[in-house]
């Protein structure tokens, strides 16, 4: 890719004095400005604000905070990945991207890690807001010393924030409702398995149950919904006793909801004569849950685009900051439908 060192360098002149030209600044004799722009045609080179700071010396600093992942939890893999890829490309054009994890189960590694960039005074901040309270209280301070801010994945109301790139939650949680309601027959029971301590801290997941208990009522369903609260997924011999149990207890259980990337713990867990009389839902396309819905445990998988989201958000918050551009205050992903039949030609298996 050219870049405005290389026109300076091919006219002869300084890198100042393409900025100028690009940029109609003046000051440019007219013979020189008429070199420049026929090499900038030549080259078919992109006007870019972020090239011309890299040319005048001036970086941006992005930091990323987002959670770590690791081979039980691994939806924030893709993220990750694209967020490198973002980095790696927006440093060749002047910015640079510093990228912090914390412990989505922990709040405390949350606000240690958040604070840390404030602290670095970052030109802007991507940040997955999974915890809700905390992240009230810190922007307050971002806002006090100017730090714009675009949220990831979660869509956390009454901040301030630049952008949301991300799925709408709710919708989600409510087209999930529309497939359970259509896969099953009759009166039945359906269990949420709720797997959160402090679910109203996690706006994303508390959205998609939310919308998935309002489908019936607003449908007229004759279905009834249970909660069931499930913490410990690592703990796989008590989850399999704790889902025993509510079987049980609940015969008429026909359905299992799981507003998270962790359904295929759930499909594992539940025992291979039972689950061929359930239907389960759940969220995100990862391997373990993919595998979970080609062998048929897993009925439909609603699905984002976590990488494309990602690598997105850095390239706005680069044009925000360099170009001055305007960012919509929202930005919804599509929400996908994974089946069984057409999970091989999704985006996210590519």
């Known amino acids: 890719m050219v870049t405005i060192n290389d026109i300076a360098k091919e006219a002869k002149v300084s890198a100042g004095t393409v900025d100028r030209v690009i940029h109609n600044r003046g000051g440019v004799s007219k013979k020189t400005e008429a070199k ?22 001036k970086r941006v600093q992005i930091a990323v905070l987002i959670p770590d992942y690791d081979t039980e939890n691994t939806f924030w893999k893709s993220p990750t990945m694209g967020v490198l890829k973002a980095k790696d490309e927006v440093k060749k054009i002047g910015a640079n991207v510093a990228c912090f994890n914390f412990n989505q189960f922990d709040e405390a590694s949350y606000v240690h890690q958040l604070k840390k960039i404030i602290t670095s005074q970052p030109d802007a901040i991507l940040l997955a807001p999974l915890f809700g309270s905390a992240t009230r209280v810190l922007t307050k301070e971002l806002d006090q010393k100017e730090i714009p801010y675009l949220f990831l994945n979660i869509n956390l109301e009454g901040c301030n924030n630049i952008s949301f790139i991300g799925q709408d939650s709710y919708m989600s949680g409510f087209l999930a409702g529309k497939l359970m309601r259509l896969s099953l027959e009759g009166k039945s029971t359906i269990a949420i398995m709720q797997t959160r301590i402090n679910l109203d801290n996690n706006h994303a997941i508390y959205n998609r149950i939310k919308g998935f208990e309002d489908y019936f009522p607003t449908n007229r369903a004759p279905i ?40 295929f713990t759930f499909a594992n867990a539940i025992s291979s004569t039972k ?42 918050i680069v044009d925000f900051l360099v170009d001055k551009k305007e960012l919509d205050e929202r930005i919804y992903s599509p929400i996908e439908i994974l089946t069984k039949e057409n999970v091989s030609f999704s985006k996210h298996n590519k």
Not at 233 to 262: A, C, H, Q
Not at 284 to 310: R, W, Y
């Open 36 to 57: 420049i722009k026929l090499i900038i045609e030549k080259h078919d080179f992109q006007i870019n604000a972020l090239a011309s700071s890299l040319a005048l010396n």
């Open 224 to 263: 009834n919904v249970i909660n069931v609260n499930v913490i410990d997924l690592d703990n796989t011999k008590e989850l399999k006793e704790k889902l025993e149990t509510m079987f049980i207890e609940n015969p008429s259980i026909k359905g299992v909801y799981v507003p998270n990337s962790r359904v």
């Open 275 to 316: 689950i061929n009389d359930l239907v389960l839902i759940g969220f995100d396309g990862t391997d373990k849950n993919v595998m979970c819905l080609e062998n048929e445990k897993v009925a439909f998988l609603i699905s984002q685009q976590p990488f494309k989201e990602a690598y997105e958000a850095i390239k706005l």
